[in-house]
């Protein structure tokens, strides 16, 4: 996997091999920073990845001018592969890693207020609408921020449900859905 664009375009960082990881792929996530170039300016602002994985997301962001990255990840060799991918791309000053799950973290009071979260799911975990109703009720999000959310075409009928939304965007089996809490 690389990074798309920025100081860090065209380094790789290691996915690690395991079911509970489903990288966003290269074009997905170029469509979906494409698109958030021009919603937002990245330089400096901070950047929250709920179900980082790799970190790819959070580490595309901060390639593209993000000055502080959060990453939320659960399991201990995906943990650690986020590390190492961290550590080789030598940003850890502008990068925090929790060692739990994105439904803990995001249940916590007195966070930092973010720009912009980006939360990649494993398709079927469906965790992600208590989430997003923690980010919006602990207000994790500044006032003009920007959740987007990646989720499965399969998943659609039930999200489109518990979301109160239909996606805004469509990328091969992938959707994308937008929330500005404001």
């Known amino acids: 996997m690389r990074i798309i664009a920025g100081k860090f375009k065209g380094r790789t960082i290691k996915v690690p091999k395991s079911k ?77 890693v929790f060692k739990m799950s994105s439904l803990k973290f995001s249940s916590l009071e007195d966070h930092i207020k973010y720009d912009l979260i980006i939360a990649d799911p494993p398709f079927f975990k469906d965790d992600i609408y208590q989430v997003v109703e923690n980010i919006k009720t602990n207000r994790l999000l500044l006032e003009d921020g920007i959740l987007i959310i990646e989720r499965s075409i399969q998943t659609e009928e039930a999200d489109t449900e518990n979301f109160g939304q239909k996606p805004f965007k469509k990328l091969g089996d992938s959707l994308i859905y937008e929330f500005n809490f404001s």
């Open 20 to 96: 509970l990881v489903r990288p966003t792929t290269d074009k997905n996530k170029e469509s979906i920073f494409n698109y958030l170039v021009n919603k937002i300016n990245f330089d400096n602002i901070k950047v929250c990845d709920f179900y980082a994985g790799s970190g790819s997301l959070g580490l595309e962001a901060l390639s593209r001018g993000a000055g502080e990255v959060h990453f939320i990840e659960k399991n201990f060799q995906i943990y650690k592969n986020l590390l190492q991918n961290i550590e080789s791309l030598d940003v850890p000053e502008w990068t925090k």
